[in-house]
Every structure is written in structure tokens, then in C-alpha cells.
């Protein structure tokens, strides 16, 4: 560290983002008595903002926007005393026994513990109507919104391990699933492929790609291109919704040096602690096998507590 930059602040704890995860990170921290705080480059909320219901969340019935979800976790965790400040991060500096974050501001705080929940984004189409139906029909996660389409008509796009599974979930809710992929065949395991090629309610379009999503007040179509013998022809298929399964890239970049597993996510152990001591890790941008809201409030508490137990551990109590 740089000893001529001034420290703007220092505080116990650091969480680096509001998603679900950061914020039930937050309130935990500051009711096991920690100086929290909270730093988010946009808005409180993260993804799970996108979510139209969150009708799977266990104890809330019936379900209840993501918006008004996230309002919630943010409401909570500023009364529970957690400061927030909503600048971008632009790096972080691992030092012994302090972490240093500098803001895009200049600013420089410090922390004893700092927890990463920058979550993941997903790969769009990036097609026209994508962002104006994102919600309204476009969706990135089956089992938050497929029942929301049961029996009804389902365009999912990908060819990967992921896409095959979610539009095997889908299935279940309809028999209508269009399963497109811009190559000849999948990337997905043997298994995994077979099992779709051999579901009677998917139809599988290899060498296929959208163009253009298409609707009035919801989704109602999609402009398909496929290529067959060096030649391109599009047509129009109408659709109810449009399910995007082409991956999602983690935020890990603040920390290369923190062990991640092949796609990138940071890999931890059952605490949620990363290969770099006093850094903790919850929500999508750690490597996990099931990625949900549910899931990633569960992490944020675990980080939580196990970033209080290495604070204590700091100051000589036992961790």
C-alpha cells in the first residue's frame, strides 16, 4: 500500500455489492456488532431487480416483485445500521492484515474483512427487443419463471450443459419447447444432450440464432435466421417467451488472484472463504452448483459470520 494515499475511512467490514447476497451479508455483520459497509456501483437490488415475482422464495406468499424484494433486504440492513455508498470500486489491494479499496472517486478506505458479492451477468442476445421484453418474456432463469409459461409456447436458446437442462425443466411445464443453437450440435455432455434430442415436448433447431424479439405490451414473436448449406433464410415464430441459456460471466475481476474454478467463479470452502485470507465470497460470483435468491442470501449469511469469526480472530480471540 502506498503510503502517501490517504485513508478516507476505516471500517470493520466491507461488502463489495447489494445483491441479495451482499445485503443479507449486511444486516448479519452488523447485528454480530461490525462496522458495515456497503458498496454498490448502481442500484440496491442487483439481478434479482429483474425478477417480475419471486413466488419461490420460501415464507413469502404470495410472491412479491424483485424490487419490492430487494427494498426489503435494503430497509432492513439500514436499520440493523449498515452504512452504504454507492460508487464504483475500481480496485482492491490484499494487504496484511488490512484490504484497501480504492473508489472511482480516488477515495481509499480500508477493512478488516472484506466480502465479494459483485454477482454474475449474464450473456445477452444483444438483438433488438431483448431489453424492452426482458421481463415481459425474455427471461435467464427457468425454474424463477418457467411456471409462469406453463402450457404454453417456449423458444430457449444455448447449446451448453446449462441450456439442456433448463429446457429439460421446461418441458415439464410445457410440451412446447423450442430449443435453438447457432451451431450443428451441442457443447453439452453426451447425456445431457441426448436426454433433449430424445424429449418428445423439445424441438431442437440446430444452426439457428435470433434476430429480432418482437411484441406490443408482452412477447409475442421472434424473427429466427437459419443456415443450411451456406445459405441464410429468416422467418417469423410466434412465442410466448424466450428463455436465454448462452451463460453468465462472473464479476471476480476485482480479485485475480483469488482461486476460481474454469468459468471463472470464485471457488470456496463451507465458511465462503476464498485462497486469500479475510476475503469472503457469497452469492453468483462464487462457484456453485445451483444458483437462486434463496441460495444467495444463504451465503451472504455464512459470510457474514465467518467474517465476524476472522475479525475476533484479529483481535486475539479464537476463530
Sequence with gaps: MNQNKKIQKHTDLIII????????AAQYGSRAGLDVMVLEQLAPGGQALLIDVLENYP??????SGYEFCQDLYIQAENFGVSFLMEQVLSIECGEPLFYITLASGAILSANALILATGAKHRNLDVPGENEFTGKGVSY???????FFKNKKIIAVGGGDSACVEAQFL?????????????????AQKAVAEQVLNNPNI????????????GKQKLESVILETSKMNEK???EEAADAVFVFTGIVPESSLV?????????FIITDQYMASSIPGLFVAGDVRSSPFRQVVVATGEGAIAAHSASA??????????
Design 171 to 187: 418441458s415439464r411445464l410445457t410440451s412446447q419447447v423450442i430449443l435453438i443453437h447457432r451451431r450443428d450440435r451441442f457443447r
Design 203 to 214: 424441438e431442437v433447431r440446430f444452426n439457428t440464432i435470433i434476430k429480432e424479439i418482437r
Design 17 to 24: 455489492g447489494a445483491g441479495p447476497a451482499g445485503l443479507t
Design 141 to 147: 432463469c427457468a425454474s424463477c419463471d418457467g411456471p
Design 59 to 64: 415464507g413469502i406468499a404470495p410472491g412479491k
Design 310 to 319: 476472522y475479525i475476533d480472530a484479529l483481535k486475539g480471540n479464537s476463530y
Design 233 to 235: 433464410s429468416s422467418y
Design 256 to 264: 485475480p488472484d483469488a482461486k476460481k474454478d474454469e468459468a471463472g
